[in-house]
């Protein structure tokens, strides 16, 4: 079964509101979860590394206030997408590894596909 | 340049073929993993298998099978006798330290079409 869990599956908003997505860890702690974004027919692409009790790492090129990422717990982790605008449009994808190394593999959320009217 | 490159961005096969998704990594580390993901159309990746730097040894699940060459920085995946279930995008990944964290890196994916 699912071991990373991803709300809402899909999403439809109006243009400048904000939008929440929920990433889980079912049945283990993750200090680090990791927040992809995927644009159809292309590869996933790596938005930010969130780190549990301190302030996510982005990417290069991410706007750190338009998506604001939260990792207050060792189970959760949220992506809020803020002044949400047509571009925004996508699926956004989190994961997390059962340990925090390189050899864990990672675990992934069923996606969130976002749609910005 | 990219490190982690599947140079086939789509492959058509009618069921029961053999087909081999190509993988080709780039890294200067000495310790690093690959990994293996399947994208089927639901979206959900799910991981299919792993290998570390210093494990060279193929590995055969069924019918997949997974070929790891360092001498060609390459880490092919072969599926046989492919059925209509086998139709997803695949991923190759790359796990290097970065920073004292391994960040993992995908490639382009592999949209493997598998006819009936």
């Known amino acids: 079964g699912a071991v990373v869990s991803q709300h809402p599956s899909r999403v439809i908003c109006k243009s400048g509101t904000s939008v929440k997505i929920e990433c889980r860890s079912l049945?283990?702690?993750?200090?680090?979860m990791f927040w992809y974004r995927q644009f159809p027919k292309q590869s996933l692409m790596l938005m930010a590394t969130?780190?549990?009790?301190?302030?996510?790492?982005?990417e290069q090129g991410v706007e750190k206030d338009k998506f604001l990422i939260n990792h207050a717990s060792l189970t959760l982790s949220t992506l809020t997408v803020t002044s949400a605008h047509p571009e925004d449009s996508s699926f956004y994808i989190c994961?997390?590894?059962?340990?925090?190394?390189?050899?864990?593999?990672?675990?992934f959320g069923n996606g969130t596909r976002l749609t910005v009217t | 340049a990219q490190k982690v490159t599947q140079a086939q961005t789509e492959i058509s096969v009618v069921e029961k073929e053999d087909v081999t998704l190509d993988c080709v990594y780039e890294?200067?580390?000495?310790?690093?993993?690959l990994f293996w993901y399947k994208q089927p159309p639901s979206g959900e990746l799910v991981f299919l298998i792993r290998?570390?730097?210093?494990?060279?040894q193929n590995e055969i699940s069924g019918r997949y099978s997974w070929n790891f060459q360092k001498s060609t920085s390459s880490f092919n995946f072969t599926i046989t006798a492919s059925q209509v279930v086998d139709s997803a995008v695949y991923f190759c990944?790359?796990?290097?330290?970065?920073?004292?964290?391994?960040?993992?890196?995908f490639g382009r994916g592999t949209s493997l079409i598998v006819h009936p």
């Open positions: 994961s997390a590894r059962r340990r925090d190394s390189g050899g864990s593999p990672l675990h």
């Open positions: 969130s780190n549990e009790g301190s302030k996510a790492t982005y």
């Open positions: 990944a790359l796990s290097e330290e970065t920073g004292g964290s391994y960040i993992p890196t």
């Open positions: 049945d283990f702690q993750a200090t680090t």
């Open positions: 890294t200067r580390d000495t310790t690093y993993y």
């Open positions: 290998r570390n730097s210093f494990d060279e």
